[in-house]
């Protein structure tokens, strides 16, 4: 288990070091911050200085192997446009977009993993129909339309709730519904499909010749083997509680990471952009982790594969 | 009266009859065997008979367990029958253990339902169990899950299963099939001991007549989803009457005839969609005249006992061949 534990860890800081590696590159091939944040008409000494002060002069090499000096000693640079800590401007904006990514994760949890299930239970039912209905509705509308038509219908046309900003949670309502319905329909129809597959296998028929009662061979027997599958989707859905709300922060002017990210990448502010790529990417290798782990908890069988 | 009493059951999957009206009776503490190629509805009959088919299966007829009517029961009169009354235990053990449970905890489960047993004391049977079906070091190998034993040693746990209700019936459907030849035999021989000991009947379900004769008396042919012959194993395997039933002693390879043929039953299954006028059999049957394929035959009592449903049954009394079966 221990040896398990370190290979994870070890794979997961390779992943974080690849993506780190590969947005130094890409960032620093794909545009002149001094240009950008400048603008064209900027004395040609102005752009010069600019450049010997950040470094951007150095050979590529030179600046990643310094980056990365910088980054074993957890210094992640200075934002180039307002000269404060990137790492400060990334993590004051965590907490807004975790205020509507967590509601929504709950909500995709709390009524996608039922409504699945509830669906397979009661397999061509009118009920299932309807989940189904609903769930592809959920998950083939873009969010951009989705939002625009919640703002259309809840902000502009019945004047309920404002469409925009952060300032009382009744500004967080749309964001977190356009953010949830998605994510409810993917799991909807993921966890239906997951339990129709469990409820076919041979144990189910056997813990029915038992005796037991359906509700037990539902509780104790179908869905703890469901429940495998549908931990890997939300985990994918735990990774991206911090960057999945890009668009829907832009819409709904939620002050959050996503807006960051736009901000950043187009002001070419490469401390910030990196540290958020650094800090998505952790988050994402740990959701990952954790599904691992999980796995362990749920499958004896990985569970053993694992100690030899 | 019979323990167990299936009259006329008919079951249809989306509108497709697959069984068309079995009568059987099994007593306390017989033996019976159900033989048939796949797909004829040996198993069907008894998942439709103890309500495990999945919904889309209408069962019609009737089943009777000491007078009680099981078709169409309440889930929970359905419930204190299996596993209590009536137990069963699969083709493929492996697969018919939940993954994630330790074979201990899906053991006292039965114990817990049918004889209230919690705690060390359900524990202490489950491990007597084992015991019982022949699982080494029984006390440590309780706490493991079922990945971690073999495919005939899970077979044995799904026995022990079955068991710890105190069935009075245990219907093994295939229980050897997925097993190698070996195992086969010591599954078999634990079946037939059990028997003994606890005086249980069973119902075999196999198309190994070998092991149908190993540890039957008495036996059923099962083609197309009608019984086509029923009689005790020694006149059933030794004059066999049905010519399909002929036709399945004739394709056993025969250790003492060297190198001759077999003589396999010519063509395939009839689709249940597509069902053949008259006796399903007919196209396949050496015997057919035009008559059996215009009516189908009931199963009728012979003049020698036993029953065939044929309009020509084989009515020499001699055996056709000294039939060389695996006997375990």
Redesign the interface.
């Known amino acids: 288990m221990l040896r398990f534990t370190l290979a994870k860890i070890a794979r997961a800081g390779l992943t974080i070091l690849l993506v780190m590696t590969f947005a130094f590159i890409v960032l620093r091939m794909s545009g002149d911050p001094a240009q950008v944040l400048l603008g064209p008409d900027a004395p040609q000494d102005a752009v010069d200085a600019f450049r010997e002060r950040w470094g951007l002069n150095d050979p590529l090499w030179q600046q990643y192997l310094a980056y990365l000096q910088q980054i074993l000693n957890f210094d992640f640079g200075i934002s180039m446009r307002d000269q404060s800590p990137a790492i400060d401007l990334v993590l004051e904006r965590v907490p807004a977009t975790l205020a509507i990514t967590v509601p929504a994760l709950i909500l995709k949890v709390c009524i996608g993993i039922p409504a699945g299930v509830y669906a397979a239970l009661h397999r061509d039912s009118i009920a299932d129909r309807g989940v189904i209905m609903m769930s592809i509705f959920g998950f083939t509308i873009p969010s951009f339309v989705l939002a625009l038509v919640l703002v259309l219908v809840f902000a502009v046309t019945l004047d309920w709730l404002p469409s925009g900003g952060q300032d009382t949670w009744r500004h967080a309502i749309l964001p977190i519904a356009t953010l949830s319905i998605g994510g409810i329909g993917i799991l909807a129809r993921f966890s239906r499909s997951a339990m129709i597959e469990v409820l076919g296998q041979p144990y189910i028929r056997t813990a029915m010749a038992k005796g037991l009662p359906w509700r037990e061979v539902v509780w104790k027997h179908a869905l703890p083997n469901a429940a495998i599958p549908i931990i890997t989707l939300v985990g994918f859905m735990v990774g991206a509680l911090i960057a999945g709300a890009v668009v829907v922060e832009s819409i709904f002017s939620w002050p959050g990471v996503g807006r960051l990210i736009v901000v950043s990448v187009s002001n070419r502010d490469l401390a910030v952009v990196q540290c958020l790529l650094l800090v998505i990417a952790a988050s994402m290798v740990l959701a990952n982790l954790c599904v691992d782990f999980a796995y362990g908890l749920l499958d004896p069988r990985l569970r053993q594969k694992r100690t030899q | 009266m019979s323990f167990v009493s299936i009259r006329d059951l008919k079951v249809a999957f989306d509108g497709v009859r697959v069984l068309h009206g079995i009568d059987l009776d099994i007593g306390r503490g017989e033996a019976v065997g159900l033989v048939g190629e796949s797909g004829c509805g040996k198993s069907v009959t008894w998942?439709a008979a103890?309500g495990?088919l999945p919904?889309k299966a209408r069962v019609t007829g009737s089943v009777r367990i000491e007078g009680r009517e099981l078709i169409d029961a309440r889930?929970?009169e359905l419930?204190?029958?299996?596993?209590?009354r009536i137990?069963?235990i699969?083709q493929?053990p492996s697969?018919?253990?939940?993954?994630?449970?330790?074979v201990g905890r899906q053991i006292t489960?039965?114990l817990r339902?049918?004889r209230g047993l919690r705690g060390s004391a359900a524990r202490a049977e489950a491990i007597r169990l084992l015991d019982m079906v022949g699982i080494p070091s029984a006390a440590t190998r309780i706490d493991l899950?079922p990945?971690?034993f073999s495919g005939g040693q899970c077979q044995r746990v799904?026995i022990a299963?079955a068991l710890a209700?105190r069935p009075d019936l245990l219907i093994a459907d295939e229980p050897t099939t997925a097993l190698d030849a070996t195992i086969q035999a010591q599954i078999l021989d634990l079946l037939s001991s059990i028997r003994r000991d606890t005086g249980m009947a069973m119902v075999f379900i196999s198309h190994d007549l070998g092991a149908v004769s190993a540890v039957c008396d008495r036996a059923s042919v099962m083609y197309a989803g009608r019984i086509v012959e029923t009689d005790n194993v020694a006149r059933l395997f030794g004059a066999p009457k049905h010519p399909y039933t002929r036709g399945l002693f004739d394709a056993i390879p025969d250790l003492n005839a060297g190198r001759a043929r077999l003589v396999p039953v010519e063509g395939t299954v009839p689709d249940p969609r597509n069902l053949p006028q008259g006796c399903a059999f007919a196209p396949r049957c050496a015997r057919a005249t035009r008559f059996c394929t215009a009516y189908a035959p009931d199963l009728k009592l012979q003049a020698m006992g036993g029953k065939v449903a044929c309009f020509h049954p084989d009515q020499s009394s001699e055996p056709m061949r000294e039939t060389q079966v695996v006997v375990a």
């Open positions: 998942l103890l495990l919904g889930p929970g419930e204190s029958v299996r596993g209590a137990a069963m699969f493929d697969s018919s253990l939940n993954p994630v449970h330790r489960e039965s339902l049918h899950y990945h971690e799904m299963m209700g």
